[in-house]
């Protein structure tokens, strides 16, 4: 694992070109993600479904996590796994480099889990999972620290949008929320969209509550169901996506936006975004901004405004991936053999977001492991 230095440690493994804050009173249909069921919809522009045959790159990559800076991990934990039904399943530790990451997901209801975070076996689930983990990084001692805090995005040319759980009841599971302390963006009955939610989590990250599709059968009270990211290029960045094996499930297009929804390779080909218990990644593109030479979001990596880090990839041999994803011509923020972890690779998307490059099974990362 690499070392950034006190805002970002660690390297490895978890809308709008300007977003104004709005009141609950004036909540609308504005470029922020608000679920397509919630959404008028507008004119349909060509549809990118069916681009040019795409060659995936080897080794079957898998979309297999989504990471966030946090805090205070005993918030953060508590607010995922009490609140939201999040099970932590992992827990990697580098007290040589003053940080930890912590690793959560959905679980189907009822599946115990009884492996001990930090353990090999632990590491060894972790590293062959077939869905997706939110990553959560810690670097010590920032929770002792009144005056620190992590940027959650959602300004001016942010990149970062939310995470998402997918839900029965918006109502129910926002009523929950708020007896338990939380704090709302919107409340499921504020502004003109009625029925979603946006809650902020101990970071200030925006969480949104979507109710789930009728068909969708479900146990969970909540799912992991999305990371939203707003990208420049949206041909550009679903043939990137594409080639790290996603499908596109869903696209809306209204008068200056556009919503696409890609499902990791795992996924089915007729997948209903909303009865999926998997998450999806949302790209969410303000129109025109393709043609702006200029114009680029915030990664979540530049200095101030740290918070979201990546999302990864699963893949057989990161060398042999790595290879086929240099070929695409965006670059690495690290080589597979850069620094001081060797075998694995931060590739850089059409708009330099950092995609981790892991090899399935995992590696010796040299964490302080238990047992």
């Known amino acids: 694992m690499l070392r950034l230095g006190r805002h970002c440690r660690k390297l490895p493994l978890l809308t709008l070109t300007v977003t104004k804050f709005l009141s609950a009173e004036s909540f609308s249909q504005s470029r922020l993600n608000l679920s397509p069921e919630f959404r008028l919809p507008s004119h349909r522009f060509n549809s990118l479904r069916s681009m040019s045959t795409i060659n995936v790159i080897p080794g079957r990559p898998t979309w297999q996590q989504t990471m966030l800076r946090i805090k205070d991990p005993e918030k953060s934990l508590s607010f995922y796994t009490n609140l939201l039904g999040f099970t932590l399943i992992d827990k990697l530790d580098f007290p040589q480099w003053k940080f930890c990451l912590y690793f959560l997901t959905t679980l189907p209801e009822g599946e115990k889990y009884d492996l001990t975070p930090g353990t090999q076996k632990a590491h060894d689930y972790l590293w062959s999972i077939e869905g997706v983990a939110l990553e959560l990084t810690h ?52 502004g003109r969209m009625k029925g979603l939610a946006f809650v902020y989590d101990p970071d200030g990250y925006w969480v949104e509550l979507v109710k789930r599709g009728d068909d969708a059968n479900i146990p969970n009270e909540c799912n992991f169901s999305q990371t939203m990211l707003r990208v420049k290029d949206p041909q550009k960045t679903l043939e990137f996506y594409k080639r790290l094996g996603m499908k596109l499930l869903k696209e809306r297009h209204f008068s200056d936006f556009s919503l696409y929804f890609l499902g990791s390779s795992t996924a089915a080909d007729d997948a209903n975004v909303n009865d999926m218990f998997q998450p999806v990644l949302e790209l969410t593109h303000n129109h025109g901004t393709e043609h702006d030479d200029s114009f680029q979001h915030f990664t979540g990596n530049e200095e101030g405004k740290k918070g979201f880090g990546h999302i990864g990839f699963l893949v057989d041999d990161v060398y042999k991936a790595c290879d086929s994803i240099r070929e695409m011509g965006y670059g690495f923020h690290k080589e597979p053999d850069g620094g001081s972890m060797k075998g694995l690779a931060f590739a850089l998307d059409p708009d330099g977001y950092w995609v981790e490059i892991i090899k399935r099974g995992g590696i010796d990362f040299g964490d302080a492991k238990k047992g």
């Open 139 to 190: 670097n010590y001692g920032t929770e002792n620290d009144a005056d620190f805090s992590y940027y959650p995005g959602n300004k001016e040319k942010d990149g970062f949008g939310h995470i998402a759980v997918n839900t029965d009841d918006v109502y129910a599971m926002s009523e929950k929320l708020e007896k338990a302390g939380c704090s709302f963006k919107k409340k499921p009955d504020e």
